[in-house]
């Protein structure tokens, strides 16, 4: 138990259908973070929050819709998805979004296995 | 550019020892992080090395040369539980947004 869990485990989704994944972190963390994971490719960094503010979006689609309400829960809304969208989305945390201190480290949420058809 | 190069797989012995090897070229560096993670589960973290020199844990270390951009993670005492992908990540320039670039990851099989 990590401390950072992510709803649904699985998803499957037609490319016209609107989804949202959850994340929530029980670790009193300040910064929380969306990553993609496809196979064969390294995990790509595609939003940071920092105390609800979003600070980092690497140019990541449109279709990709980040929310985060509190420092403690954070969604990514789907929209008009497209096949190779699928991927498992890990959700991270860590003490800060700024890398002060050296062993601030990210913690992993379980992921999401996403299927577009 | 920024890249981190890891092997793809490596197969290795119940009870013996093993080197992960990763090389990275990044703009800025403030530590390399290694993570493990078990086929559809979260990848967690083992160590972090942001000096020079062997950081020991338990069955697991790991090194770091930043002139050669180079580290390893040795597994000594191998279980066939450590059978797991092996993340190799490096996080950007101090005061930065705390990014970490990953590498592709390395696949480790243990057999018996």
């Known amino acids: 138990e990590t401390g950072v869990t992510q709803t649904p485990r699985h998803l499957v989704m037609g490319m016209t259908n609107k989804k949202s994944l959850k994340c929530e972190q029980h670790l009193g963390h300040n910064a929380m973070y969306w990553y993609k994971q496809s196979a064969k490719k390294p995990l790509e960094l595609m939003f940071v929050y920092s105390l609800e503010e979003r600070v980092e979006n690497n140019s990541v689609p449109s279709r990709f819709s980040p929310e985060c309400p509190n420092s403690s829960h954070l969604f990514l809304h789907l929209h008009t998805l497209q096949p190779e969208d699928s991927a498992l989305y890990l959700c991270a945390s860590s003490q800060d979004a700024i890398g002060r201190r050296g062993t601030d480290t990210q913690y992993f949420g379980p992921g999401t296995r996403l299927t577009v058809l | 550019g920024q890249n981190i190069d890891q092997p793809t797989e490596m197969t290795a012995t119940e009870g013996a020892i093993v080197q992960i090897n990763c090389t990275y070229q990044?703009?800025?560096?403030?530590?390399l992080f290694w993570y493990q993670q078990h086929a559809g589960e979260a990848p967690t973290f083992l160590s972090y090395?942001?000096?020079?020199g062997l950081e020991e844990k338990g069955r697991f270390s790991s090194f770091l040369s930043r002139s050669k951009g180079y580290s390893y993670l040795l597994l000594k005492e191998l279980q066939m539980k450590d059978s797991a992908s092996y993340l190799c990540?490096?996080?950007?320039?101090?005061?930065?947004?705390?990014?970490?670039?990953f590498g592709t990851g390395t696949l480790l099989a243990v057999q018996p």
């Open positions: 090395n942001v000096l020079d």
């Open positions: 990540a490096v996080r950007g320039q101090s005061g930065a947004t705390n990014k970490l670039i």
């Open positions: 990044t703009s800025g560096f403030n530590g």
